[in-house]
């Protein structure tokens, strides 16, 4: 699969999986909304609470993938972005991606400190499409 296509299928998904290590090293993996910002392949911004335990876990250890995917009735399409998690509280990039509505999960608004953004950078990726598997370069 070449960048472009890649790039096109994760901004047509929904929910992204993202991966974290815990305190007994085992991966701990959960459901996120899509990401909030995307630059290329190379970096993706998330919205979390502060007070999540994948928040510490990334403080702890920012070693990180995330995983976009379709199943179809036939087709099967997986993306896997290996990479490092920062946990950013900055106010500058917090407005970067702010949205309107979100208040609804942070109640004190865009300064609210219970709101903070994921960034991934990816170093590596590897995807699985038409019975095929491949790495691919980040740039």
């Known amino acids: 699969m070449d960048p472009t296509k890649i790039e096109k299928f994760i901004d047509k998904q929904k929910v992204c ?4 290590i815990d305190d007994e090293n085992y991966p701990n993996v959960r459901a996120m909304l899509k990401p909030r910002k995307r630059d290329r392949l190379k970096e993706f911004y998330f919205s979390t609470n502060t007070s999540s335990a994948k928040v510490r876990q990334y403080r702890d250890n920012p070693n990180a993938s995330i995983y976009f995917y379709r199943k179809g009735m036939i087709k099967y399409v997986g993306i896997m972005l290996k990479g490092k998690m ?8 917090k407005n970067m991606i702010w949205r309107t509505g979100d208040t609804i999960y942070y109640k004190k608004g865009v300064t609210d400190p219970d ?3 994921l960034k991934f950078t990816a170093v590596s990726g590897r995807y699985y499409a038409d019975l095929k598997t491949g790495d691919f370069e980040v740039g």
Do not use: F, H, R
């Not at 999986?17 to 974290?20: A, V």
């Not at 920062?86 to 990039?93: G, K, P, R, S």
């Open 17 to 20: 999986l993202i991966c974290s």
């Open 115 to 117: 709101y903070c953004v």
């Open 86 to 93: 920062e946990v950013l509280t900055d106010q500058a990039t």
